[in-house]
């Protein structure tokens, strides 16, 4: 199929950056909005993870973002240059509300179910990353969400199998790549560009490990009952 892939436990990633932030509230056009989307490089050191988050981190909006499925949020370095050229500007670790800034892990080198290792840690992909309006307030840029999904530069999401301390020292190693192979870019490709694709739609669907969230979202796209985009980018991040 289309969008798998294949791979062998042992490949290292190297973790250029570890942030956290508190939630906290900015004023955008008058308004003010809570966001945990502003990380900060966190004190070099092993830091506590639980299931839920790392230490010093958590999200203003606990229905939409955060949770069991979505408790570490992923981007490659890879993409920095692309998006400092698009913005104008130079790009901080955590720009896109990132918890791991990771070289060598590419939306089309992870899938969904992978696990991963860092130490004793043991993590999950469960889905790519949907960016939502509150990127778009952050960089005053409102179709930045829209810019995110079309160039397939998303991230994912990670869940936590076995919490403990992480030392972002360390590599983030394949442990075990998941049988149906099926990539963040293929699940970012379906999702957002080949949305008819029945086919494509059950291969995600048939990965166990795919987050509550998108599963419910592909199994309502099937039944012709999916949310309009606009509500996917004003609810999920």
Not at 170 to 183: F, N, Q, S, V
Request: glycine fraction near 10%; hydrophobic fraction near 35%; charge should be neutral.
């Amino acid at each position: 199929m289309n969008g798998t892939r294949k791979g062998r436990p042992g490949v290292s990633i190297s973790i250029v950056s570890l942030n956290v932030g508190k939630p906290q509230s900015f004023i955008y056009k008058g308004k003010e909005v809570p966001t945990g989307i502003f990380k900060k490089p966190a004190d070099d050191g092993p830091i506590a993870l639980t299931a839920l988050n790392f230490e010093g981190d958590g999200q203003a909006d606990p229905v939409n973002h955060g949770g069991l499925d979505k408790a570490i949020c992923v981007y490659p370095y890879e993409h920095y240059s692309y998006w400092e050229k698009e913005l104008g500007r130079k790009l901080d670790f955590g720009a896109f509300g990132e918890n791991l800034t990771v070289l060598g892990l590419t939306e089309d080198r992870v899938c969904i179910g992978d696990i991963y290792a860092v130490g004793d840690v043991r993590l999950q992909v469960t889905q790519p990353r949907q960016p939502c309006h509150k990127l778009a307030k952050k960089y005053d840029l409102p179709e930045l969400p829209v810019l995110v999904q079309n160039t397939g530069y998303t991230g994912f999401y990670l869940r936590v199998l076995a919490p403990g301390l992480f030392d972002r020292t360390l590599p983030l190693t394949l442990a075990e790549r998941h049988p149906h192979g099926i990539t963040v870019a293929y699940a970012n490709q379906i999702k957002h560009h080949d949305k008819q694709n029945i086919e494509g739609i059950r291969a995600i669907l048939a990965v166990r490990e795919l987050s509550e969230s998108w599963r419910a979202s592909f199994e309502k796209r099937l039944s012709g009952n999916e949310p309009s985009a606009d509500e996917r980018l004003n609810g999920t991040k």
